[in-house]
């Protein structure tokens, strides 16, 4: 490598680490400026919003609905009633899962079953011709 590629290589590389320590010091000063969760106003800004929000759907009927993941929609009565019901179906459902692990255990003990049944078939061949 020549002398002045060399030097524009380490030029590229010093000019590449100051634009990322810039944009780390930007990244910085723009987290300092946001306000804070623990602020106190940016909480009651929560509220207000929150407020505003279930007003403007309770004039379309729709009402505030959580879901297991922490997402909030807006659903009607009915929409919130069948989420229910699929809900508590689901709960049942629960009871055992059927799946690739299951699978492998339940085929290693029908093996042991057949290996055992066999063994018994063999020892009552083998004592019916002995007596």
Avoid: C
């Amino acid at each position: 490598m020549t002398p002045e590629a060399q030097r524009d290589l380490v030029l590229e590389h010093l000019r590449r680490r100051e634009q990322i320590a810039s944009e780390t010091r930007d990244l910085l000063a723009e987290r300092e400026t946001a306000p804070s969760s623990l602020d106190p106003l940016a909480a009651v800004d929560v509220h207000v919003r929150e407020a505003a929000e279930d007003e403007f759907f309770a004039q379309q009927g729709r009402h505030r609905y959580k879901t297991s993941d922490g997402r909030v929609l807006f659903l009607t009565p009915e929409e919130i009633a069948q989420r229910r019901r699929a809900r508590s179906h689901r709960k049942k459902d629960k009871g055992r899962f059927y799946g690739p692990a299951s699978d492998d255990r339940r085929r290693r003990m029908l093996g042991w079953g057949f290996n055992i049944g066999a063994v018994l078939l063999a020892l009552l061949i083998v004592f019916l011709i002995l007596h």
